[in-house]
T-cell receptor, first 116, second 110 residues
């Protein structure tokens, strides 16, 4: 069964450093998402991406965050200057269709980001 | 977006049927109801989706009454491996991002 792949599984960084989280969505999917989950809290939407541009973003997704699809397979989330509160599990998801409320998201296993 | 309300937690024993009800009083005409399951340190996993009446797949059943203001996820004969957080989400025709609530933590004991 096709799956969304995320690397690395764990990332430790110092406050103020840049990090890039990588995702390989399912190959025939067109819509891509980043969510995050702080330990013990709910899954929070960050950004959605389609046709090489951001479709929607949340208040969390400020100027420190950016997303990119540098080639035909990878989808990345960059945090320019990490803060302690960026420590969380970051999930990439993809969907074959945008849908009209009936889309089904396929999630990766996540990257645990720890900012020290 | 329609807000969803579901119990924070539920307990069950192996072999029992578990029903988790989600309230979504403000659901719009074209909104779909989708349930996801999440195990610790893993991403959410799609379980089932419906619009009205009843939907069944190999994992669960989803019951949606005629007024669609609530829905019930039914897990038949749960096992220890069904211990997870279950999320009820309501999608919208505008296609804006799916928003997760706090979910229901199901604990299955032997």
């Amino acid at each position: 069964e096709p799956e969304v792949t995320q690397t690395p599984s764990h990332q430790v960084t110092q406050m103020g450093q840049e990090v890039i989280l990588r995702c390989v969505p399912i190959s025939n999917h067109l819509y891509f998402y980043w969510y995050r989950q702080i330990l013990g809290q709910k899954v929070e939407f960050l950004v959605s991406f389609y046709n090489n541009e951001i479709s929607e973003k949340s208040e969390i997704f400020d100027d420190q965050f950016s997303v990119e699809r540098p080639d035909g397979s990878n989808f990345t989330l960059k945090i320019r200057s990490t803060k302690l509160e960026d420590s969380a599990m970051y999930f990439c998801a993809s969907s074959p269709l945008k849908g009209q409320g009936d889309e089904k998201l396929f999630f990766g296993s996540g990257t645990q980001l720890s900012v020290l | 977006l329609a807000k969803t309300t579901q119990p924070i937690s539920m307990d069950s024993y192996e072999g029992q049927e578990v029903n988790i009800t989600c309230s979504h009083n403000n659901i719009a005409t074209n909104d779909y109801i989708t349930w996801y399951q999440q195990f610790p340190s893993q991403g959410p996993r799609f379980i089932i989706q419906g619009y009205k009446t009843k939907v069944t797949n190999e994992v669960a059943s989803l019951f949606i009454p005629a007024d669609r203001k609530s829905s019930t996820l039914s897990l038949p004969r749960v096992s220890l491996s069904d211990t997870a957080v279950y999320y009820c989400l309501v999608g919208n025709q505008a296609g804006t991002a799916l928003i997760f609530g706090k979910g229901t933590t199901l604990s299955v004991s032997s």
